[in-house]
């Protein structure tokens, strides 16, 4: 596609409730990224996919939160039990290279925002 | 442990005046500084980034960066606001040999006044 995709756009979840989140990297793309941004915060980087490799979960805030990328392409972030701090706007990236620092960059999408009550 | 801080939460300026946004970051080598400007609502844009050579860097929109080494600084600027810049803006670093993962800072919104 011509940009990163997430799904949904808003997801509103009971506190105890698991919820799965969706992300269309741009077709292609090599790494892909996972942030949480807060309320006012900056985003936090909670994960990275190089291919279906993830070779880096340090930001994951707890056994709750998983991610997957099974085919190298589509990437699903999975809450379980949410809680209400879990509230946030969670935002994927993708990029061509491996690490994103190169030429290519990175290509953020719109985000989905979580709401628990 | 590394860390990005922008100073100022909230900037207003009236609308052809020029901005400065501010931007320090703590890590021992040179990392990788990015400068991302987010509408409600949206994703991350790439306003523009430094890695490596003239320490002055153009973006998109008239924006234009400078690193300071001396400083550990990479402040943004733009000579003439418009009122569509009304946004926030996220100052970034990611680390070399590492992953690419971007630590940002918490951002400042800006205002524009017409």
């Known amino acids: 596609g011509a940009g990163v995709s997430q799904s949904p756009r808003y997801k509103v979840a009971k506190r105890g409730q698991d919820v799965a989140l969706r992300c269309d990297p741009i077709s292609g793309h090599v790494s892909l990224f996972w942030y949480q941004q807060a309320l006012g915060q900056g985003p936090e980087f909670l994960t990275y996919f190089q291919n279906e490799a993830q070779l880096d979960k340090s930001g994951l805030p707890s056994d709750r939160f998983f991610a997957e990328r099974p085919e190298g392409s589509v990437s699903t972030l999975k809450i379980q039990r949410t809680q209400q701090e879990d509230s946030a706007v969670y935002l994927c990236?993708?990029?061509?290279?491996?690490?994103?620092?190169?030429?290519?960059?990175?290509?953020f999408g719109s985000g989905t925002r979580l709401t628990v009550v | 442990a590394q860390s990005v801080t922008q100073p100022d939460i909230h900037i207003t300026v009236s609308e052809g005046a020029s901005l400065e946004l501010r931007c320090n970051y703590s890590?021992?080598?040179?990392?990788?500084l990015f400068w991302y400007v987010q509408s409600p609502g949206q994703g991350l844009q790439l306003l523009l980034k430094y890695f490596s050579g003239d320490t002055l860097v153009q973006g998109i929109k008239g924006f234009e960066a400078e690193f300071k080494r001396s400083q550990s600084s990479f402040n943004l600027r733009k000579p003439s606001v418009h009122w569509s810049d009304a946004a926030e803006y996220f100052c970034?670093?990611?680390?070399?040999?590492?992953?690419?993962?971007?630590?940002f800072g918490q951002g400042t919104t800006l205002q524009v006044k017409p």
């Open positions: 890590y021992g080598a040179t990392p990788y």
């Open positions: 990236a993708s990029s061509l290279s491996k690490t994103g620092t190169g030429d290519y960059g990175y290509t």
């Open positions: 970034a670093v990611a680390l070399s040999g590492n992953t690419g993962k971007l630590i």
